[in-house]
């Protein structure tokens, strides 16, 4: 036998002997705990955490309208965005509530620039977006954006429109 191969052959059996050996654990029984923890968990500081919520903008006679709505999770813009798109809930047609913003115009992405300047990309033309549409799109980015007042850009098929703030913000 060759020396390289009888230690190569050595080495395997060691490692297959300690492999064997295992680490020294012995086997036991099923130790009883008890139940499960159940319950709210309480936040790390101590205080109570409000629920979240994202604020849409909406068309109501006309005229843009912010709604907020409850979140169980952190949204980026773009599902934000996507929300306009998705339609309502029951209960904002119940309060007259609609979107300019079409199903097709989703997926969203948004790009921040320097000095508070967002640029959401849509899947369709922006020109070819209402007045309202593009109102609501720059309200809600703008509404989610860390730095405000926000200017947004809206893009799609190689058009744009903006830069835009929402009306009101200063």
């Known amino acids: ?3 390289r191969l009888a230690r190569r052959m050595l ?6 002997l300690v492999a064997v050996a295992g680490c020294g654990v012995r086997p036991s029984d099923v130790i009883p705990a008890g139940d499960p923890p159940s319950g709210r968990v309480a936040p790390p500081n101590g205080r109570a955490v409000p629920p979240a919520t994202i604020t849409l903008y909406l068309v109501k006679k006309g005229r843009l309208s912010a709604v907020t709505r409850p ?7 773009a599902d934000t965005l996507a929300l306009l798109a998705a339609g309502l809930t029951a209960t904002e047609r119940a309060q007259g509530l ?6 097709e115009a989703g997926p969203f992405s948004v790009t921040a620039k320097p000095a508070g ?6 899947s369709t033309p922006a ?4 007045a309202l549409a593009v109102k609501q799109i720059v309200c809600t980015a703008a509404a989610t954006a860390p730095e405000s007042p926000a200017q ?9 429109v903006g830069p835009r703030k929402c009306p009101g913000q200063r």
Do not use: C, I, K, Y
Request: hydrophobic share 40%; proline share 10%.
């Open 71 to 77: 979140t169980s999770r952190p949204m980026f813009q």
């Open 1 to 3: 036998m060759r020396p």
């Open 152 to 160: 947004v850009t809206v893009t799609g098929a190689g058009q744009s």
């Open 127 to 130: 020109g070819e977006l209402s």
């Open 117 to 122: 300047h967002l640029v959401v990309a849509l």
């Open 98 to 103: 609609t979107t300019d913003v079409p199903p």
């Open 11 to 16: 080495a395997a059996g060691l490692v297959s």
